[in-house]
């Protein structure tokens, strides 16, 4: 059930004393809401948000699962949407696929369909460009945790949500085909990875 040896390395280097105290705030009310949960063993969904499901919101999903599963927080599923459907960004799977994840396209098409794997006897993520509505997502009872600015001033109400929670990250998408581009989307996935493993380790298991 361990994860894969270089997603533990990679894991093992997060420094969460980098976020600044009013972040830390931000992303506890997302703690506080896995944690109400986690006490009644209650199943426990959250629906990363971004506008067109390409980028922040698939980081931020694959990071999610994969430490709840490092803390071991269970019945935690972890989902992306966006406000309009385009295409997983080729650099996401190669950012995630660097730090030891292993994807592989199981479509292809305008909008291919990625199994990414963080352990090899768990159920892989799937990754996929949606809308925040698509019935692949949950229809009630979970955490809309919006990744970027634009779908949060967009949908001021998301349907179904039981809490919306703004935790918003820059685009790397600004670095798209330049010389920084892989630079600045492995800081983004970092960043992201960090308060991910700063949310999860507030869980009392």
Not at 111 to 119: D, H, L, M
């Amino acid at each position: 059930m361990a994860l894969f040896a270089k997603i533990e390395g990679y894991i093992s280097s997060l420094n969460v004393k980098g976020i600044p105290n009013d972040r830390k705030k931000t992303l506890q009310i997302l703690a506080d809401f896995i944690g109400e949960k986690a006490k009644t063993s209650d199943v426990i969904n959250l629906n990363f948000i971004c506008t067109h499901n390409s980028r922040r919101s698939h980081l931020s999903q694959v990071w999610a699962q994969t430490l709840a599963h490092y803390f071991k927080v269970t019945n935690v599923y972890c989902y992306s949407g966006g406000t309009e459907a385009t295409a997983l960004f080729p650099m996401v799977a190669e950012t995630l696929k660097s730090t030891g994840f292993e994807i592989k396209k199981l479509s292809e098409g305008n909008n291919p369909v990625y199994s990414i794997k963080y352990s090899e006897n768990q159920h892989p993520i799937i990754g996929f460009s949606k809308k925040m509505d698509d019935h692949f997502n949950p229809e009630s009872g979970f955490a809309a945790v919006m990744t970027c600015s634009q779908a949060d001033k967009g949908c001021p109400i998301v349907p179904g949500a039981e809490k919306r929670i703004p935790i918003t990250f820059e685009d790397p998408k600004a670095f798209d085909h330049t010389p920084l581009q892989a630079e600045k989307y492995a800081e983004r996935s970092m960043q992201i990875a960090t308060e991910m493993f700063y949310v999860f380790s507030k869980i009392q298991s």
